[in-house]
């Protein structure tokens, strides 16, 4: 099912590009034109709701990324360079470390303007094994 559903958002996705080609300069903001565009109109309170699911999923992801990279790094990194600590200690260690995960995060892509620069970035970053 979850296959299907991506498969038909990218579809969606393609649609959007083509029926709004000429009207949208800036490719990124054609999904928020096709939902003012398609759902406004039928006043039903849809393009809230595009909004909040929206928001929904974003937050799902980031959650699940703060939670894994917390305990990737508490685990895997701190706990055995700091033995013999209370589970206490881990879980504030971790707590620390998911919000700099957070913070991190954010100020990685306030940094730059499209996912396509952050990817490069990484390439660059793999490929020569120190950080940019």
């Given at each position: 099912m979850k296959r299907v559903c991506t498969v038909l958002w990218?579809?969606?996705?393609?649609?959007?590009?083509?029926?709004y080609h000429g009207k949208v300069n800036n490719p990124d903001l054609i999904w928020g034109y096709a939902t003012l565009d398609l759902l406004g109109p039928l006043n039903m309170g849809l393009v809230g709701l595009m909004?909040?699911?929206?928001?929904?999923?974003?937050?799902?992801?980031?959650?699940?990324?703060?939670?894994t990279g917390s305990s990737l790094l508490t685990h895997n990194i701190y706990r055995p360079l700091v033995r013999k600590m209370s589970e206490h200690h881990y879980v504030t260690v971790g707590r620390v470390v998911g919000?700099?995960?957070?913070?991190?995060?954010a100020l990685i892509a306030s940094q730059y303007d499209t996912i396509l620069q952050q990817l490069k970035l990484w390439m660059l970053w793999r490929s020569s094994g120190t950080p940019v």
């Open positions: 990218g579809f969606f996705a393609l649609l959007a590009v083509v029926l909004i909040a699911c929206l928001m929904a999923a974003l937050m799902s992801t980031a959650d699940c990324i703060m939670i919000a700099l995960v957070v913070i991190g995060g």
